[in-house]
């Protein structure tokens, strides 16, 4: 074997991997040091352009770079950053699917954490807007909205023109986006019915499993939650149901990484007892998931409770999945007539553990599903600002024309944000074939169990 030092190698040829977050270093919110750094990664990007069609950060980028005077990163402007930067989703496709140059390549390219370093000087220097700041605050949200559900489902619904204009003026809001409903009953309070166990099923005392119930599952889709615990009492698992708080990743989208980090360190303190006694955690929302296995850790790269809550965490698909390669799963999966059209969400493809929604729906019998990998445009609360929505609309314009040409009965995404967005715009294109509702994948499963 040569002793000679591997050379430097162009090209994604090693897996990507990330360096934790500096952001408890005072450097990293150096404004001079972040120019620099934004300079010397965006003429690489320049250069490049592998990722012209992600997102609109890059285009902005590049147009802004070949318009300049010297077609050079050094003309661009202070506004010409900010408008690259308020592009960006989060969504990580450039770095997972794109990027030649991602770490451990020399030139060490993390464009979305990039993004986050600007925000978070954003966040420091107060200039995050109050509204935005207000609108990811999910468990406050949450928590007050329960009570009267119904009342806010009815003021911030698109049809009441004469509420929704004066909350879309306070927010910011656009229009036309569709906001996620509040339901007065919370999944953990759902999940102490008791659920009948199939006595049957292969997986019977096999897997102990907590299901994190993630603020959307929480406060405004409990059905998740409970389709979910339906199809592991079908299978034997009679799991139990945690939410300590929230992820924190709409907490990201606004670079408060103090926020994050809170929230990190209590939610993984509360689960550590269920991880060292052997439980999975199961994630409901892929976003969330994410958050627990990958942004968390490089957050606090040091926290104990932080890396076992990382390698004790499933994807709900990726669990179910995992489930029937190893201990098989109960029969009764009936064939759902109409096919399945499914939307693999980015923060579902950025776990990379691949195609696992699509393995689980195709496990139902005699039914055609069809598959768009492609971003909706969505971005969590980046995609129903006013600013936003008509880009997120022109990226999302795809994955819409997609699913109308399959003509699917079953419209269904990983993300339960981006089956509104994909409903909306779908109505936008063709409202007489827009789906009277979209599904999560683990409640199309649970109709084929008949559940």
């Known amino acids: 074997m040569s002793d000679t030092p591997t050379q430097p190698r162009e090209g994604s040829l090693d897996a ?74 989060l969504c990580d496709m450039c770095f997972l699917t794109k990027c030649p140059y991602v770490p451990p390549h020399e030139f060490n390219i993390d464009f979305p954490h990039l993004m986050l370093r600007y925000r978070a000087i954003q966040q420091k220097k107060g200039e995050i807007p109050f509204a935005d700041n207000q609108l990811v605050k999910t468990d406050r949200n949450g928590t007050l ?38 339901n007065t009953r919370t999944l953990t309070s759902r999940a102490k019915a008791k659920r009948e166990i199939n006595a049957d099923a292969p997986a019977y005392g096999k897997r102990k499993v907590a299901v994190y119930a993630t ?34 990743m709409p907490e990201l989208e606004q670079g408060n990484l103090d926020k994050v980090a809170a929230n990190a360190r209590k939610v993984a303190k509360a689960l550590r007892p269920l991880v060292d006694d052997g439980y999975t955690i199961m994630g409901l929302v892929p976003s969330c998931s994410l958050m627990l296995k990958f942004e968390w850790p490089l957050i606090l790269p040091d926290d104990e409770d932080v890396k076992a809550l990382s390698a004790a965490t499933m994807d709900f698909d990726q669990l179910v999945v995992d489930i ?6 109960a029969e009764g999966l009936k064939p759902l007539k109409g096919g399945i059209t ?53 990226v999302g314009t795809p994955v819409f024309r997609k699913a109308l040409e399959h003509h699917n009965t079953f419209v269904s995404s990983t993300c339960p944000l981006s089956c509104d967005h994909i409903k ?17 994948p683990i409640e199309i499963f649970a109709k084929a169990y008949g559940l």
């Open 145 to 182: 909205a329960r009570p009267v559900a119904g009342v806010i489902n009815w003021a911030t619904d698109k049809k009441n023109s004469g509420v929704r204009t004066l909350i879309n003026t306070l927010g910011d809001i656009s229009p036309d986006a569709e906001l996620p409903k509040f």
């Open 324 to 329: 029937a390669r190893n201990e098989g799963l």
């Open 342 to 394: 499914l939307h693999l969400s980015c923060h579902s493809r950025a776990q990379n553990i691949g195609q696992k929604s699509t393995e689980l729906l195709k496990m139902i019998p005699n039914t055609e599903v069809n598959v768009i990998e492609r971003c909706s445009g969505h971005g969590g609360t980046w995609g129903i600002k006013k600013a936003n929505h008509d880009t997120a609309i022109k």
């Open 215 to 248: 603020c959307f599952g929480e406060y405004n889709k409990p059905e998740i939650g409970e389709a979910t615990l339906h199809v592991l009492a079908k299978n034997r698992i009679d799991a139990e149901v945690v939410y300590p708080g929230c992820c924190g």
């Open 16 to 89: 990507p991997m990330r360096h934790p977050i500096d952001w408890q270093n005072p450097d990293y919110y150096d404004e001079e040091k972040f120019d620099e750094e934004f300079r010397r990664q965006a003429e690489v990007c320049h250069s490049c352009r592998r990722c012209f069609n992600l997102c609109d950060s890059f285009p902005t980028l590049f147009d802004a770079v070949d318009e300049s005077e010297n077609f050079s990163v050094d003309d661009l402007t202070k506004k010409d950053i900010k408008a690259t930067v308020d592009g960006c989703t």
């Open 424 to 440: 909306t715009g779908i109505n936008a294109i063709q409202s007489e074939s827009a789906p009277a509702r979209t599904w999560h």
